[in-house]
């Protein structure tokens, strides 16, 4: 969907985020769509993060199911996750290059991601279950298992969180009610 490189491993979420959403032909959420993020990013317009102090990851719920709609939300917000990882796996097993010490020029190893992400969608276009990508599925699916900001204002930006939190809200709410009615299917 978007791919920015040349960030150190080492920037905040938010940072990155904040350098994409604000570049010309950068990072846009569709109107009436989000994105769901990690707890890095928080809550912000177009991007729903879990709910903090809430369990999350998919081996907290191996011998408990969700107890509320909240819960719920993480619990399905963490799957959704390992998607993205699954993504990056794929990346990484198909171009070994990635996963190796860099040893070109700063601009080389920006291009070679781009580059590399380029031809990813190719193939994936071309055959979407290879035999990498199922490689990487099963690999998951076992660990599963085991240009400037706009600046606003302080207040802007909580009355904006706080919608986004209402949003958030009344999704968990929605799941958590289909789930109670469906007789606690986890899908």
Known sequence: MYVLAGWEGSAHDSRILDDALSRPNGLRVPEGKYLLGDAGY?????????????????????????????????????????TVERAFGVLKKRFRVLDAEPYWSYKTQVDIILACCVLHNHIMGVD????????????????????????????????????WAIKRDAIANAMYNDYINRGNMLR
Do not use: A, C, M, W
């Not at 990498?132 to 298992?145: A, H, K, N, P």
């Open 128 to 163: 979407p279950t290879d035999n990498i990508t199922r490689d990487v599925e099963r690999e998951l699916q076992s660990e599963t298992q085991g240009t400037q900001l706009i600046r606003r204002t302080q207040r802007e930006e909580r009355e904006e969180n706080r919608e």
């Open 42 to 82: 928080g809550l912000r317009n177009g991007f729903i993060p879990p709910y903090r102090g809430v369990r999350y990851h998919l081996k907290e719920y191996s011998n408990h199911s969700p107890e509320n709609e909240k819960e719920l939300f993480n619990l399905r917000h963490s799957s959704l996750r390992t």
